[in-house]
Every structure is written in structure tokens, then in C-alpha cells.
């Protein structure tokens, strides 16, 4: 079992920024991906980004690609997100997954991963 903790969520004016951490309580082998997903209100949760065990892949959607920057620390069972340039659409509250090795492993797909934390609460002011 692999629980997963957020921080680093807040209230920030546009433009600004914000580091989320997620801490892990163990990485055993079979995990593989760590992914950040978030919701809005009256809307699905959504993919963000994703790192693989080795931190070699990296993966994005398109909105946040090049604001945002996924990384992960395997001694510290942790991954972040910064999240620079932010705008009123990335209020949302914001989730850390983790996935297990699978054949056919598809990163973006929130149905892949086995554990969620409890979310943190990011808004962005305009």
C-alpha cells in the first residue's frame, strides 16, 4: 500500500507561482509513474503531468507545457510540480497518483493509477 501526501497548494495572484510536493510513504518496485492530475469544479479530473521511475520521461498536457515542470526524488519517495506563470484556469484542486508497472502503461489515463492522495487546493487570482 502506497499513501501519498500533497502540500504546497495556496492562493496566488496570476502570474505567480507555486511548488507542489507530494510525499510518498513508500516506492516499492512495482511502482512505476507518478502523475499530478486536478479538478475544477463541475469538471473531470484532468491529466497534468506524469514522470517516469527514473525521471528520464517526462510528459505534460498542452496548457501547462512549458509553465510547469514535473520532478521527482526516489531517495525522498517524492515528486513535485512547480507550476511558474499561473493563470485563473489552473485553479483546480490538484492530486498526486501513483501507477504500477503494467505492459501497455498509459500515462495520461487517471484510471491507471492505483493510489491517490487527498488533493491540495490551488487558486489562481486574477
Not at 463541475?42 to 507545457?65: C, M, N, P, Q, W
Not at 497518483?97 to 493510489?115: L, S, V
Amino acid at each position: 500500500q502506497v499513501q501519498l501526501v500533497e502540500s504546497g497548494g495556496g492562493l496566488v495572484q496570476a502570474g505567480g507561482s507555486l511548488r507542489l510536493s507530494c510525499a510518498a510513504s513508500s516506492l516499492t518496485f512495482s511502482i512505476n509513474y507518478l502523475g499530478w492530475f486536478r479538478q475544477a469544479p463541475g469538471k473531470e479530473r484532468e491529466f497534468v503531468s506524469a514522470i517516469s521511475k527514473g525521471g528520464g520521461i517526462t510528459l505534460y498536457e498542452d496548457s501547462v507545457r512549458g509553465r510547469f515542470t514535473i520532478s521527482r526524488d526516489n531517495a525522498k519517495n517524492t515528486v513535485y510540480l512547480q507550476m511558474n506563470s499561473l493563470d485563473p484556469e489552473d485553479t483546480a484542486v490538484y492530486f498526486c497518483a501513483a501507477a504500477r508497472n503494467r505492459i501497455g502503461f498509459q500515462a495520461r489515463a487517471a484510471a491507471e493509477y492505483a493510489y491517490w492522495g487527498q488533493g491540495t487546493q490551488v487558486t489562481v487570482s486574477s
